[in-house]
């Protein structure tokens, strides 16, 4: 079966599934031309692929010194809370490398509003970028990896929230409804402009969304709704698969 958009990648073991991630993201880094920029997903899924990525060969095969890493979303906690998406890539990559990046791009937060952490956050992106808006020319992103809910939410683009999925001119937004904590989330324009998008959807919990998606039948939902610019992969396990593996 070939899903109504994007390429479909099952993987048999969570080994693989790391492997795989981390194959991608070394494919990309190698494929950019000078700095690599990757978006980096939050939750539990992409755990194991950033731990991959700190192990040979990865951890010394790429020039994590000419990278700059950036967060498609960020909870807006302290960076040392364990809810802190920062606080989970450094635990399972960033302090596991030999050499600091190039650039870890965190949200800020102490002493800000959400407001102004997502006007900081946008306006230290421009700064990576070296533009104020969006190229076709230039994607932002060589790779971004983002993570799905069961309920089709991707990022802190949340289902229902009209406010987040209908902005076209913003590259990052707060989000003050919808989750137990404020988030800050990065906006389609800007996690669109990648030349490559991995979705990492592992577990049976999330097989009934998945074969919404790849069917077609759900075009409406946060992750149903992105149009990379460039490839679109769904990297899931057998289990988020279901159907779809065979
Ligand atoms: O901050 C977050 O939690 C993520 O950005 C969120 O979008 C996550 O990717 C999905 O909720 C999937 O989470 P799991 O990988 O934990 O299932």
């Not at 494929?31 to 539990?44: E, H, I, N």
């Not at 006007?119 to 990896?145: N, S």
């Not at 949340?158 to 989330?185: A, C, F, I, M, Y």
Request: some cysteine.
């Amino acid at each position: 079966m070939t899903p109504a958009r994007g390429e479909l990648m099952v993987v048999e073991t969570a080994e693989a599934f790391a492997e795989a991630g981390a194959r991608l993201f070394a494919d990309a880094a190698a494929a950019a031309q000078g700095r690599f920029v990757a978006g980096l997903a939050g939750g539990s899924t992409p755990k194991s692929i950033y731990r991959r990525l700190a192990e040979p060969p990865y951890r010394t095969s790429l020039r994590w010194d000419a990278m700059d890493l950036v967060l498609g979303d960020e909870r807006f906690v302290a960076h040392d809370s364990p809810d802190s998406n920062l606080h989970m890539i450094r635990g399972a990559l960033i302090d596991r490398l030999d050499h600091p990046v190039g650039g870890l791009h965190a949200v800020p937060f102490e002493g800000l509003t959400v407001d102004r952490a997502a006007a900081a956050y946008e306006q230290t992106l421009k700064a990576l970028y070296g533009h104020q808006t969006l190229r076709p020319e230039q994607p932002f992103f060589d790779i971004c990896f983002l993570g799905m809910g069961d309920d089709g939410h991707t990022a802190s683009l949340l289902p229902g929230q009209s406010d987040l999925l209908d902005e076209r001119q913003r590259w990052v937004l707060p989000v003050t409804k919808g989750r137990p904590e404020s988030r800050v989330t990065l906006t389609y324009p800007v996690l669109e402009s990648s030349r490559v998008v991995v979705f990492v959807v592992s577990g049976e919990g999330k097989r009934a969304m998945l074969d919404a998606i790849l069917s077609g039948r759900d075009t409406t939902v946060p992750a149903a709704r992105l149009q990379p610019q460039g490839r679109l992969i769904w990297l899931a396990d057998r289990a988020a698969a279901g159907r779809w593996a065979s």
